[in-house]
């Protein structure tokens, strides 16, 4: 329920907001979106681990639930994605000084839907013997406005 509240409420700001074009005006705003107009972000993420899970005949699914944005946001902060559990390093923080900044939670939300986006093309070109981009499900594009150094996150 908070979710999907949380969810209307972004959508609501966001609606008013971008008919202004205030949205992207950097001296109100830092924002990290999941995908670009036109872009879906996809309530799954793939791991190696799921993928080798399903063509062990382990799973029924490929993949898991849960957003590959949120997924890729949890580990930039150094957390295991669902269960939030800290996995001993702040992921995305590249400067190593504990502080995640919107320029660090991008590379980092960039570099693990792109590696995620690997693993999955690699499997359907095993399982398929080719590759069709209707088959690309993390095709998403984030997006970051705003001033890059502001922090998100202090571990």
Do not use: C
Not at 46 to 56: A, C, E, F, I
Not at 70 to 88: E, H, L, R, T, W
């Amino acid at each position: 329920m908070e979710r999907r509240m949380l969810a209307w409420i972004m959508t609501l700001v966001i609606r008013d907001y971008a008919k202004t074009g205030e949205l992207l005006d950097v001296s109100k705003f830092s924002v990290l979106a999941a995908a670009k107009h036109g872009t879906t972000s996809q309530g799954m993420y793939v791991t190696q681990q799921s993928l080798n899970s399903y063509l062990n005949g382990n799973v029924s699914k490929f993949y898991k639930d849960g957003s590959a944005f949120s997924y890729a946001i949890v580990k930039a902060m150094g957390y295991n994605f669902p269960d939030a559990s800290y996995n001993g390093s702040m992921g995305g923080d590249s400067n190593g000084d504990g502080r995640l900044t919107l320029t660090e939670a991008y590379n980092s939300i960039r570099g693990t839907i792109s590696s995620m986006k690997k693993i999955w093309k690699d499997f359907v070109i095993k399982v398929n013997g080719y590759w069709s981009d209707e088959y690309d499900y993390f095709a998403q594009e984030i997006q970051m406005s705003g001033t890059g150094e502001s922090v998100l996150f202090v571990h």
